[in-house]
């Protein structure tokens, strides 16, 4: 079963494979492309078909790679001599420097297990407990001296970076001369799910394309077509989702809800009890969960804030809330007044930014639901 999709595999981006063919045949692709969106959306699995579409040695008029080329052959595999991978990894020792070369066949199984992935599935496939994944300084080395080299059998060498939010800004400035003036024949392909932590310094070097959502009938069509959804869910798990068959499918399996979404409601509901006791046994127990997984749900919790505000001063159209769950929504809405909202915001900031910073997580818990308890109205 081929790793990389076909382009007719991607969903809603048929236009945007059709640029990139039209600028690879004129030979006006740009040296450096960052495409954006959102984690589990359409931008990584775009990103494997350009780097076919770009090592391919026989594309179709259409632009679009033959599919039985030796090149595509190993594009399917992921193990093109001429395509490098760079993702964020965790240090195994420290002392010892490490690149992506080193994780490059558990990044494979995690794409062929997930062609829509998020980066929990990555920690998860590290088990990267309470580290967090960085593109190390060694990266930019490898890939000074990788691009040195001459292309093994193509005209091209593709640089495919997931996630060059996570360079450290050593290895970032190291980059800064290459992605400038690449040797000829390199392309680099970023794909970036928050382009706003960036260096500008590297965004400035970067042509931003950022990847759309998939269209509510096209999502629809697949979910029914081929995941045998019934028409009704389909339309509640689109509309859920926004364009994002990752959270389609998390939000099928899991019964209409996200695993953070629930947990962010449970967190924002506590408050509501007026006692102490409760909420500092609450902190007590998130202080038991590895760090990124406090900060995922501190990560969250602006998300579901969003939807309280639509559901107390918005039509139902913009509410992307199961209905399980609209009622308990509703409660914690009636308790939040308008008013308040920018201060929980700047709350939920302070917080995550001490988490961060290894502050002690029962005690930043604690006064945070403390402080909603202030704010929520009797």
């Known amino acids: 079963m081929p790793i990389v999709p076909k382009p007719s595999d991607l969903l809603g981006q048929e236009h945007l494979v059709a640029h990139f063919a039209s600028q690879i045949v004129a030979g006006e692709l740009p040296h450096a492309i960052l495409l954006t969106g959102e984690e589990g959306g359409e931008a990584f699995p775009l990103s494997l078909v350009l780097a076919q ?3 391919c040695e026989e594309l179709t008029p259409e632009g679009v790679p033959c599919g039985h080329c ?11 001599p ?13 002392g010892k420097e490490y690149t992506s070369e080193m994780m490059l066949e558990p990044f494979r ?59 450290r800004t050593e290895t970032a400035n190291k980059l800064l001369k290459l992605l400038e003036e690449p040797p000829t024949g390199v392309v680099f392909i970023m794909v970036s799910h928050s382009p706003h932590r960036l ?11 950022a990847v759309p959502k998939i269209p509510e009938p096209t999502l629809i069509k697949y979910l ?5 959804t019934a028409d009704e869910e ?15 499918l998390q939000l099928k399996e899991g019964g209409g809800l996200f695993k953070g979404e629930m947990e962010a409601l449970r967190f924002l509901q506590l408050p509501l009890q007026r006692h102490p006791k409760p909420l500092l046994e609450a902190a007590q127990e998130y202080a038991k969960m590895d760090r990124p997984e406090v900060i995922s749900l501190l990560d969250a919790l602006p998300m579901l804030l969003r939807e309280l505000l639509a559901l107390r001063y918005g039509s139902d159209d913009v509410v992307f809330l199961p209905s399980k769950i609209l009622a308990e929504a509703h409660a914690i809405s009636m308790a939040l007044p308008l008013e308040k909202y920018t ?36």
């Open 53 to 55: 579409q770009v090592l």
């Open 70 to 80: 030796h090149s595509c052959r190993q594009m399917a595999e992921l193990q093109h």
């Open 82 to 94: 001429d395509l490098t991978l760079v993702f964020p990894i965790i240090k195994a020792q420290e």
């Open 109 to 167: 199984e995690l794409i062929a297990k997930h062609p829509r992935f998020t980066t929990l599935e990555w920690r998860e496939q590290l088990d990267a407990g309470n580290k967090q994944p960085q593109i190390m300084v060694a990266e930019a080395e490898r890939l000074i001296h990788n691009t040195s080299l001459s292309s093994f059998k193509s005209r091209y060498q593709v640089i495919l970076i997931w996630q060059p939010e996570t360079m």
């Open 199 to 209: 260096l500008p310094t590297i965004i400035s070097r970067l042509q931003k394309v």
């Open 224 to 228: 029914v077509e081929q995941k045998g």
């Open 234 to 248: 389909a339309r509640e798990l689109t509309h859920l989702a926004q364009g994002n068959l990752y959270k389609a």
């Open 343 to 378: 201060i929980v915001m700047d709350e939920l900031t302070d917080a995550k930014l001490e988490i961060i910073q290894n502050g002690n997580i029962t005690m930043v818990l604690f006064d945070l639901l403390l402080t909603l308890t202030r704010i929520y109205q009797k």
